[in-house]
């Protein structure tokens, strides 16, 4: 069993920045690609940033510029800079983590969901 746990979502007025945070555990043998997905209310889920083991990058036309995607491999743990914040950025962010882990000895593959968090963009 693999747990992901976002954290970091809040109130932000235009113009701010916040720092989401996805942290993976359990028996990870190995993180593959990791990402960020938002769902606005009444809108499908999006894909807002990906970053691949090897470091690449892949952005949504909408956050390009504003949002940074990065990762610490020792930590399990996927970040998520976002600045220049403004209101059709409000949604709920998911953390989506892709890999390899132990199980009763043996290799499985997981990819896993954070339960989400808010963030919303308003003055």
């Known amino acids: 069993q693999v747990q992901v746990v976002e954290s970091g979502g809040g109130l932000v007025q235009p113009g701010g920045s916040l720092r989401l945070s996805c942290a993976a555990s359990?028996?990870?043998?190995?993180?593959?690609?990791m990402g960020w997905h938002r769902q606005a209310p009444g809108k499908q889920r999006e894909l807002v940033a990906l970053?691949?083991?090897?470091?690449?990058?892949k952005y949504a036309d909408s956050v390009k510029g504003r949002f940074t995607i990065s990762r610490d491999n020792a930590k399990n743990t996927v970040y998520l800079q976002m600045n220049s914040l403004n209101p059709e950025d409000t949604a709920v962010y998911y953390c989506?983590?892709?890999?390899?882990?132990?199980?009763?000895?043996?290799?499985?593959?997981?990819?896993?969901w954070g339960q989400g968090t808010q963030v919303t963009v308003s003055s």
């Open positions: 359990g028996s990870i043998l190995r993180l593959d690609d």
């Open positions: 989506n983590v892709g890999g390899k882990y132990i199980s009763n000895g043996y290799l499985q593959t997981f990819g896993s």
């Open positions: 970053i691949s083991s090897g470091g690449n990058t």
